[in-house]
């Protein structure tokens, strides 16, 4: 394809890519380093520790989550790195941002098309709270029209199902450098849970499904500012050999965890828009045990990746038949629709359709 000017903006709450965490930061790494190679010019607005191949407008000396200057808000420092890239909008043939809805207020203000990755949760607006169509169609058309000049993509169908403008956006699921996860053939004698010990993640309901089925399981993952949770609900069932606690992880040490885990247990409870966890596990050949919910069953190939279930009950039944799944499909299905390359095909797809859209 032809090669682009593309300038990725992220809020500059965390460096590209990240320290000591996950999440949309790993993402846009992936995808600047990506478009790199593919020969694109790519610009990267964000902190100036980050680490790139692009050119990094470093708008800020350090992430705002680390250390933050002059008692602004988050929406501050995301309107701080857009508007720099907007001031520079000449250079590029397209904008990408990864900082929520800020980027709405620019799309009738610059001759260069947005396109805007929601990462986010997004939560349907009951009928009550809507005003009527005659309001609507007098005070929120600037509104409408301002959305239709953007191209939002979505990082799962689930979470696109409740967008303000579904018809004006793309479904992109996010890819994981494959490189970076080791496969292996046999686990050991455990099953996991990674991720935030919180109760919409369903830390609590992992640990009833493993006490049911009677199997180990290793939790890992923080549990700052859910003290009383973890407290109430984690703390009196851990026991040695059975169900431990090994606390938060670092790179090496998760990929380790997910490789030679018999099963992760996904019970999420909440709209996840996508869940990087499943993939990682996978790539490693570990299946994944997840509730009906959120994107799961988009990640999930149910009885050949893992089990889709309902509740802990069908969770422990389904720990059960763990050893019943190829491990080796579980990478290959990893391999096939989740890496970085697919992640990137589909952007490179957005960029040219946003532009047509955008002239048109």
Not at 93 to 105: E, L, P, R
Not at 132 to 143: G, M, N, P, V
Not at 201 to 211: D, E
Request: charged share 30%.
């Amino acid at each position: 394809m032809k090669k682009l000017r593309i300038a990725q903006v992220v809020s500059l709450q965390e460096s590209i890519p990240p320290k000591g965490k996950n999440g949309l930061e790993f993402m846009v790494h992936y995808l600047t380093e990506e478009l790199v190679k593919r020969g694109h010019d790519v610009t990267l607005f964000a902190t100036k520790n980050s680490k790139t191949s692009a050119k990094l407008v470093d708008v800020l000396p350090y992430p705002a989550a680390k250390k933050r200057i002059f008692g602004w808000g988050g929406t501050d420092y995301s309107l701080t790195s857009l508007t720099k890239a907007v001031e520079m909008e000449n250079e590029f043939d397209v904008i990408h941002t990864h900082i929520g809805q800020v980027a709405y207020y620019f799309a009738n203000l610059i001759k260069t098309p947005i396109v805007e990755t929601i990462h986010s949760p997004i939560h349907k607006i009951p009928k009550r709270y809507l005003p009527k169509k005659k309001i609507q169609d007098r005070y929120l058309k600037d509104s409408r029209n301002r959305y239709k000049k953007m191209h939002h993509v979505f990082v799962s169908k689930n979470q696109k199902k409740n967008a303000f403008m579904q018809n004006s956006g793309s479904v992109i699921h996010n890819g994981i450098d494959l490189e970076e996860f080791k496969f292996k053939k046999e686990p050991q004698d455990y099953f996991l849970y990674l991720g935030y010990i919180t109760s919409n993640k369903g830390a609590h309901l992992a640990v009833k499904a493993a006490r049911r089925a009677r199997v180990k399981l290793k939790l890992a993952g923080s549990y700052k500012h859910c003290e009383k949770y973890f407290e109430e609900e984690i703390e009196p069932y851990l026991k040695k050999g059975k169900i431990e606690y090994v606390g938060v992880v670092n790179p090496v040490q998760r990929n380790r965890l997910l490789g030679g885990a018999k099963a992760i247990l996904v019970p999420v409870q909440w709209e996840e828009p996508f869940g990087l966890i499943m993939t990682e596990a996978m790539a490693c050949g570990t299946p994944v045990i997840g509730f009906d919910k959120a994107a799961v069953p988009e990640i999930v190939k149910d009885g050949k990746t893992g089990f889709i279930v309902k509740d802990f009950k069908e969770m422990a039944k389904a720990v059960r038949m763990a050893g019943e799944i190829d491990r080796a499909l579980c990478r290959t299905h990893v391999e096939k629709y989740f890496s970085v390359e697919k992640m990137v095909d589909g952007y490179e797809g957005v960029y040219e359709k946003a532009i047509r859209g955008f002239k048109k």
